[in-house]
């Protein structure tokens, strides 16, 4: 129809997928633009989610789930730990069932998917944005009212949003593994120890009695494989073996300074709109495009001026979150962050973080600790000036 207005999400990710099941959603003619032939892959992410979170994706969530956590166990560089327990304080999904799941419900809703769909070049200059694309009935331009970039951390600058100067990434790596781990199997254990896991953190993440997902990320080179030698030697027992391997870059924000042009929007990793701590990305685009949400946003406009508010907003969510990222990622800060779990555990911080915070809350942390005095003053003592700094930017 000549004059309609019209959408286009190019890349099929999570993110991508998410966002063509929300505009679709809202009345927004929508096109679905993805360079390969299947969602899903290649694999990369552990899935790992809260309980808002699983509630905010909807039934693909349900229709993919895997598994339930009541406990994670942060741990230091020595063995020392505290426990946050919460029934349902975490779930894991199954993540290529995930992404198939949302494409067939943003199919149902009327979104165009395209796969095999290379877009090479956006241009917003006029009143309209003109995608170039290249597929395998060849290639062309077609113009769209909005699109909405969610390509992933490495794809090329097709539009100055994306020229940005963008945080560097770090691999990341996940081995199933198989054999009696002897770990409860609704407790995820999370290991801040960077002669093990420089510049990130490591984790085991039971999938059941005697299945495990064992992973880490590194900022230096090599650090991978002696990484998960290491953990696989001294945190699990003899007799596991390797079932599969995936991986891929983890980013760690703080989200890109401007993520929205007129008519041109990014998303997830385009966008770096990850929870810095944990490199997670199905948290903030869950939430931006969640249907159920109280604002109204109908037809083309009103739901990307809805996309684009919840956008802005998750991102200053995010800033802060990149305060306590920075501190937990820094080698140098391994002897705070030991006393600091250490501290924790006497005066059972878990308990207030169960009952105060969720899963997703990584910016509350410091008015958590507020509600131990005594530990807030002994972790200020600890912390000293430079530490704090990190905290309040």
Not at 119 to 124: F, L, P
Not at 256 to 269: C, E, P, Q, Y
Not at 274 to 302: D, Q, R
Not at 315 to 344: F, K, S, T, W
């Amino acid at each position: 129809m000549q004059g309609q207005e019209t959408a286009a999400v190019v890349g099929a990710g999570f993110s991508g997928l998410s966002t063509a099941r929300f505009l679709a959603s809202k009345g927004c003619p929508t096109s679905l633009l993805e360079e390969h032939g299947r969602v899903g892959f290649p694999k990369h992410c552990t899935g790992i989610v809260s309980q808002d979170t699983l509630e905010a994706i909807g039934e693909p969530a349900i229709r993919c789930y895997l598994h339930r956590y009541d406990a994670i166990v942060v741990e230091g560089s020595r063995g020392n730990s505290f426990t946050v327990e919460k029934r349902g304080i975490a779930h894991i999904l199954d993540r290529v069932c995930l992404e198939e799941e949302l494409l067939r419900e943003a199919h149902t809703q009327g979104a165009d998917y395209r796969p095999h769909t290379r877009v090479e070049s956006v241009d917003d200059r006029g009143d309209r944005v003109r995608l170039g694309y290249r597929g395998k009935m060849g290639q062309g331009l077609q113009e769209y009212s909005y699109v909405v970039l969610a390509t992933g951390s490495r794809s090329p600058a097709i539009h100055p949003l994306l020229a940005q100067k963008r945080p560097p990434t770090i691999p990341g790596v996940n081995h199933v593994v198989q054999g009696e781990h002897g770990q409860d199997p609704h407790t995820i254990r999370v290991i801040f120890d960077h002669s093990l896991a420089p510049g990130f953190f490591a984790w085991l993440v039971p999938l059941s009695p005697d299945t495990m997902i064992a992973g880490l990320a590194s900022s230096t080179p090599g650090g991978l494989r002696r990484g998960l030698r290491r953990l696989l030697e001294e945190k699990l027992p003899p007799g596991i073996s390797l079932m599969e391997a995936y991986g891929g870059p983890v980013n760690r924000g703080p989200p890109l300074s401007i993520l929205a042009a007129k008519r041109v929007l990014l998303t997830g990793d385009a966008g770096v709109l990850v929870k810095p701590v944990t490199g997670g990305g199905l948290y903030p685009v869950a939430h931006i495009t969640n249907p159920k949400g109280e604002e109204k946003g109908e037809g083309c406009a009103g739901a990307f001026a809805l996309l684009r508010k919840r956008t802005l907003r998750m991102a200053a969510r995010l800033r802060l979150h990149y305060r306590v990222a920075r501190l937990l990622h820094e080698p140098r800060n391994q002897g705070l962050i030991d006393r600091a779990i250490e501290e924790a555990a006497k005066a059972r911080l878990g308990e207030v973080i169960g009952q105060r915070m969720g899963f997703d809350d990584h910016h509350l942390l410091a008015r958590t600790v507020m509600a131990r005095p005594l530990l807030a003053l002994k972790l200020a003592i600890i912390a000293g000036p430079r530490a704090l700094s990190l905290l309040v930017g």
